[in-house]
T-cell receptor, first 114, second 115 residues
Framework: GDSVTQMEGPVTLSEEAFLTINCTYT??????LFWYVQYPGEGLQLLLK?????DKGSNKGFEATYRKETTSFHLEKGSVQVSDSAVYFC?????????????FGQGTTLQVKP | DVKVTQSSRYLVKRTGEKVFLECVQD?????MFWYRQDPGLGLRLIYF???????EKGDIPEGYSVSREKKERFSLILESASTNQTSMYLC??????????????FGDGTRLSIL
């Protein structure tokens, strides 16, 4: 069945370090792909999305490229800030159900130290 | 911007009480969802609804029910609250997918404690 696998956290980085959070997926068809961010005590916010192969989603300095050949959608940021400390979720829609259900990865906690 | 509003940010109830969590969205979305989030367990889908009065069980429906009488409102009901239902509850909505796949929009969550 469809699934999403994220790298396990927590990930601890110093401010201005380069960030990569890996996400790979298994899917029927060619779904859109999403990254969500959850700041402490809040709900999930859509961070970026890509709708087809080779699309690059970007927002707030974060980027992710939809790689069909490697079934991956890795999240990257060139220089992280303390304010980026949060939990990041990779997700894809379950197209077979047509009910809007999403499959989420387990989430990766990022802690950025000053 | 889509707004998904959950009625309470924090709620404390007692074991055995009937608990109602309310969620309202303002974008005329067809789909609405209830999740719970627990440390180490990620997001787990409790129930979802793809139309008024329509509902389907998610992965962990036991001990919960839902109601969707109007398109904009989706209620989660804990029939008889138990301590193992202490959790963060998240509501989300999304438009009809049309086979494309749409993102869900989330509320701020309700942190529920059952004593």
């Amino acid at each position: 069945g469809d699934s999403v696998t994220q790298m396990e956290g927590p990930v601890t980085l110093s401010e201005e370090a380069f960030l990569t959070i890996n996400c790979t997926y298994t899917a029927t068809g060619y779904p859109s792909l999403f990254w969500y961010v959850q700041y402490p005590g809040e709900g999930l916010q859509l961070l970026l999305k890509a709708t087809k192969a080779d699309d690059k989603g970007s927002n707030k300095g974060f980027e992710a490229t939809y790689r069909k050949e490697t079934t991956s959608f890795h999240l990257e940021k060139g220089s992280v800030q303390v304010s980026d400390s949060a939990v990041y979720f990779c997700a894809l829609p379950l197209l077979s159900s047509n009910t809007g259900k999403l499959i989420f990865g387990q989430g990766t906690t990022l802690q950025v130290k000053p | 911007d889509v707004k998904v509003t959950q009625s309470s940010r924090y709620l404390v109830k007692r074991t055995g009480e009937k608990v109602f969590l309310e969620c309202v969205q303002d974008m005329d979305h067809e789909n609405m969802f209830w999740y719970r989030q627990d440390p180490g367990l990620g997001l787990r889908l409790i129930y979802f609804s793809y139309d008024v009065k329509m509902k389907e069980k998610g992965d962990i429906p036991e001990g919960y029910s839902v109601s969707r009488e109007k398109k904009e409102r989706f209620s989660l009901i804990l029939e008889s609250a138990s301590t193992n239902q202490t959790s963060m509850y998240l509501c989300a909505s999304s438009p009809w997918t049309g086979g494309v796949g749409q993102p869900q929009h989330f509320g701020d969550g309700t942190r529920l404690s059952i004593l």
